[in-house]
């Protein structure tokens, strides 16, 4: 079963404008992580911003913020003011906790954001 | 300070031979991952070391991969008698430890291609 959900293979937006990138996760484990990676065409993954599932407050990290609706199991990404280098492929994870101890990540498929000038 | 690295950045290799895959990770991190990355199966976990011992290694596609740490610090994925469908990025990654809430760091990555 798919467990991490991103329904938008490539999305535009015009630049300055804000931007939501959508993310939907299943588990039955009550302890978990959500996270957001940006991979550019250069290709490393870079850390972009971390909600956990017992916090109280949506994760912001400066233009990026996290709508975390846990009754719908959706974390999706906001992305303010977009820039021309915000042109990547974004993914989103989940880190399952209790029963993984290890604490493998699950991706989704990834959402390719191009930024318009 | 240094992120986790990762060498060759790139390697051809004929179909049979065997490959080797370096990570090394952000020092002081205990956790450390390997992940597979090709167009058709998107992002895929492989093994994970928790120290110098794998504790899951459920997402080794068959028994020609193999990884071992050493001194709780680097890494090596070997591959062998490649094949053709083993052409991907291997992305390694780093974490302080391993629970939930710990964020992985990852490398650039090994593109592997099978020729």
């Known amino acids: 079963a798919q467990k991490i959900t991103q329904t938008q293979p490539g999305m535009f ?43 109280q407050q949506n994760a912001t990290e400066g233009r990026y ?20 280098g915000d042109s990547a492929m974004y993914f989103c994870a989940m880190r399952e906790g209790r029963y993984n101890q290890g604490g493998k990540l699950i991706f989704g498929q990834g959402t390719e954001l191009s930024v318009k000038p | 300070g240094a992120g986790v690295s990762q060498s060759p950045s790139n390697k051809v290799t004929e179909k049979g031979k065997d490959v080797e895959l370096r990570c090394d990770p952000i020092s002081g991190h205990t956790a450390l991952y390997w992940y597979r990355q090709s167009l058709g199966q998107g992002l895929e976990f492989l093994i994970y070391f928790q120290g110098n011992s794998a504790p ?4 080794l596609p068959s028994d020609r991969f193999s990884a071992e740490r050493t001194g709780g610090s680097v890494s090596t994925l070997t591959i062998q008698r490649t094949q053709q469908e083993d052409s991907a990025v291997y992305l390694c990654a780093s974490s302080l430890a391993s629970q939930a809430k710990e964020t992985q760091y990852f490398g650039p990555g090994t593109r592997l291609l099978v020729l």
Do not use: H
């Open chain 2, 56 to 59: 899951d290694k459920s997402g």
């Open chain 1, 13 to 55: 937006v015009q630049e300055k404008e804000a931007v939501t990138l959508d993310c939907t996760y299943d588990t039955s484990d009550p302890s978990y992580g959500l996270f957001w990676y940006k991979q550019p065409s250069s290709g490393e993954m870079i850390f972009l911003i971390y909600q956990g599932s017992y916090d």
């Open chain 1, 65 to 84: 913020s996290l709508n975390f609706q846990k009754a719908r199991k959706s974390a999706n990404l906001v992305i303010s003011a977009s820039q021309l």
